[in-house]
RNA sequence: GUGGCCGUAGCUCAGCCUGGUUAGAGCGCCUGGUUGUGGUCCAGGAAGUCGCGGGUUCGAAUCCCGUCGGUCACCCCA
């Protein structure tokens, strides 16, 4: 059969049995955060495109090119969520601020119109957390603990935590010029797109790749932090220590959204062969509630690149996914069959069966593949009320009663 | 958005350079050997608009162009 339809450019279906190891790593997720005190929060899909052009950084590679933005029947500009944090600080501005300190937690889909390449999908799925309301550096080190825990807990090998801090806005001005002025008198040697970004949003220059031989040599914003911010550095740094989460400074991370001030930081995944070693992402954003509205308030958070993690991740044996499969032997018994099934599963137990009146021979084949741990065989011995129930890791069968049937196989 | 490579059965691929009778393999699937017993083995079988469209040619999976998709790198990011 030809393929009609397709899943659209840069989008995955998520089949069995993968589909398994994905609900287990959002399951992971949401455990793991409600362990960090974490509750978890659903927000729209879309936003209105301006939550984000603001939110996120008009000068911003996502802003600038990668949004899914399309007007809808009342004629509102939304596009759909390119990332989570402007759309959950919306919705805590929304639901009338922070009063004191709030943990949430968010999971779900992310679309960015970009090349699709391996760990970089249109269609993306992240994990959030969000610390609101504090300003102690020990938040930015709560955060980057619960991601590589997260990380820790998916069995994703060798990661190292790649910390910098991008100073507060009031300095970064200052930082700015210096590094504007700086870029300018080398302009150039500069490709292209670093030049044309000298204006826009200079620190994006410093993790230009192209340009790495000459940027290397600029000065970078962790030399030339204020005080407070140097302060707050340290004291994360030291909190990591104490909590021996490996990380290097590295001190050409900016990150690409606007809003982050001091901390940044990312997860490197330094054994995954692929572009994509980046894991997850965070920040403190201080900054980014009284942009949308709210009142000040202090905020750090991370997002988790699930996708990314999946790639990374060990594989894990899968558990068998039936408890029992049910074979009918004898086409007359296929009522009495039927009846078992939906008795077995309204006892909690996997139960499946093959409908399309098989062969015994055929039906045992299909209990293997269903990887179930028992075949229950419905025969002649029914007008006995007995099943045989075989196991098919060992071979060994047992005729017993179907009265309490359900009990028998959950005492074995 | 830029460049390289790739696209043949459900899956992994061979065939393509050097166009030519019914397009192959392994795995998987179905049936039988076993009219009530799977996982091993044996036999048989089903399944392919050779991504799609156009061109060259007597003839195209094979050559050319376009297009869609994948992939790798860049850009950038999760």
Known sequence: MPVTYRAPKGTDDVLPPESRAWLRAEKTFVDLAEVFGYDIVLTPYFEATEL???????????VEKQMYTFTDKGG??????????????????????????????????MFRYEKPQRGRRRQ??????????????????????FGYRYLEEMAVPD???????????????TYRDLLTTWLMERQDDLSDDARNRIA????RVLDSKADADIVAEAPAPVEHLADAAAEHFTQVQRGLRRL???????????????????????YLATSYEGAQDAAGG??????????????????????????????????????PALDAFVVIADPNRRDAG????????????????????????????????????WAVVVGDEWADGKVTARNLATGEQETVAVEGIEAWLKGR
């Open 52 to 62: 984000f052009s603001r939110g996120v950084g008009e000068a911003t590679e996502v």
């Open 76 to 109: 509102r500009s939304l596009t759909l969520r390119p990332e989570a944090t402007a759309s959950l600080v919306r919705a805590m501005v929304e639901a009338g601020g922070v009063h004191g300190t709030e943990k949430i937690a968010a999971w779900g889909p």
């Open 124 to 145: 993306f799925y992240q994990g959030d957390i969000e610390y609101f309301g504090e300003p102690s550096p020990d938040a930015d080190v709560e955060v980057i603990e």
């Open 159 to 173: 990661v190292v935590v790649a910390l910098n801090s991008i100073g507060d806005v009031e300095d970064r001005a």
């Open 200 to 203: 826009s949003n200079p620190l």
């Open 244 to 266: 021996q989460i490996p990380y290097r400074i590295e001190a050409r991370l900016v990150r690409g959204l606007d809003y982050y001030n001091r901390t940044v930081w990312e």
């Open 282 to 319: 965070g920040g403190r954003y201080d900054g980014l509630f009284e942009l949308l509205g709210g009142k000040p308030t202090p905020a750090v958070g991370v997002a988790m690149g699930i996708d990314r993690i999946m790639l990374m991740a060990g594989k894990r044996a899968d558990q």
């Open 338 to 373: 039927l009846d078992l099934v939906s008795e077995l599963r309204r006892r909690g137990l996997r139960t499946d069966l093959d409908l399309a009146e098989r062969s015994v021979s055929a039906q045992f084949k299909a209990a293997d593949r269903a990887a179930a741990a």
